[in-house]
């Protein structure tokens, strides 16, 4: 790295510096929408003929069970929801 007070020839960066742990917000807190901004929240949506699966940005996978009247369960704990419309694409 380099910066100001750093040797002009820079300085190696410790590996315990980075983390591939996504942490928008500190221990104890919670958001009840996405905070990433316009990024979006999942990365990966699966639909099969009985659910749908989303990955977040933070690895963590959600499936959404669908129902017999066609609409789709949210993941226990989760008070999300998930539709698919005529166009085929969720809202």
Excluded at 11 to 19: H, I, K, Q, R, S
Excluded at 54 to 59: F, K, N, R
Excluded at 74 to 84: D, N, Q
Aim: net charge positive.
């Amino acid at each position: 790295m380099k910066g100001p007070g750093i040797d002009p020839a820079g300085m190696p960066v410790p590996a315990d510096w980075f983390t591939k742990q996504v942490q928008y917000l500190p221990g104890g807190w919670s958001s009840s929408a996405p905070i990433n901004g316009a990024g979006g929240f999942y990365t990966l949506a699966v639909k099969t003929s009985t659910s749908v699966t989303l990955t977040d940005v933070t690895g963590s996978v959600h499936t959404y069970t669908k129902t017999s009247d066609g609409g789709y369960k949210a993941p226990k704990g989760s008070m999300a929801f998930w539709r698919w419309m005529a166009t085929g694409r969720s809202p």
